[in-house]
């Protein structure tokens, strides 16, 4: 298995603009999980999935946060518009369950607001 | 709920000494127990868990953990570090609900 794909790597964008960051789980996996990380929080939860189905978003931190998971091996994570304190690292997880079982996580896209 | 307490942020020891991280962790029930390692500009990746059963427990690259339920405590050992174990570790517990992350411990290993 390919592992979690994340994409892109790198994404730097101006103020304002509109980011979408790309997931694909590792196939069989039925729970998503998007996470940033920065330097000042460490490693927050912002959304998981269940077979595609938000469970819980009390971790996204605006309006300006959304997740789709539109399918079992696709989802993306959009900001718009975005801002320069969103910069972080942000990584993409799946597992069989959620508290049960061991979380892949994605190598993760760095994101840069300027 | 859940939480997690690294309480050493940064930790160096010098190459082929040994090694102990701390992790406590507060649970109502039988917790699953968690270790991930982080190289710089990499995702997480597991060291090793624990469910149930033997309470030491053995992971990838010469890592193992000892959940103690007296202590609330599952501390990350190796008995001899390399210094391609230089890395942050971070310590989690999961249940019914979300998996959620102690705040890292930075493993710096001199030579």
């Known amino acids: 298995d390919a592992g979690v794909i994340q994409s892109p790597r790198h994404e730097v964008t101006e103020m304002g603009q509109e980011v979408t960051l790309r997931c694909k789980p590792i196939?069989?996996?039925?729970?998503l999980f998007w996470y940033r990380q920065t330097m000042m929080r460490g490693l927050e939860l912002l959304i998981y999935?269940?077979?595609?189905?938000?469970?819980?978003d009390s971790g996204m931190p605006e309006d300006r946060f959304s997740a789709k998971m539109p399918n079992a091996s696709f989802s993306t994570l959009k900001i718009q518009p975005s801002e320069p304190r969103d910069s972080a690292v942000y990584f993409c997880?799946?597992?069989?369950?959620?508290?049960?079982?061991?979380?892949?996580f994605g190598p993760g896209t760095r994101l840069t607001v300027t | 709920a859940q939480s997690v307490t690294q309480p050493d942020i940064h930790i160096t020891v010098s190459e082929g000494a040994s090694l102990e991280l701390r992790c406590n962790y507060s649970?109502?029930?039988?917790?699953?127990l968690f270790w991930y390692v982080q190289s710089p500009g990499q995702g997480l990746q597991l060291l090793l868990k624990y469910f149930s059963g033997d309470t030491l427990v053995q992971g990838i690259k010469g890592f193992e953990a000892e959940f103690k339920r007296s202590q609330s405590s599952f501390n990350l050992r190796k008995p001899s570090v390399h210094w391609s174990d230089a890395a942050e570790y971070f310590c989690a517990v999961g249940g019914e609900n979300k998996l959620v992350f102690g705040a890292g411990t930075i493993l710096r290993v001199k030579s």
């Open positions: 997880a799946s597992s069989l369950n959620q508290g049960k079982h061991e979380q892949y």
């Open positions: 649970y109502g029930a039988t917790p699953y």
């Open positions: 196939s069989g996996h039925d729970y």
């Open positions: 999935f269940n077979n595609n189905v938000p469970i819980d």
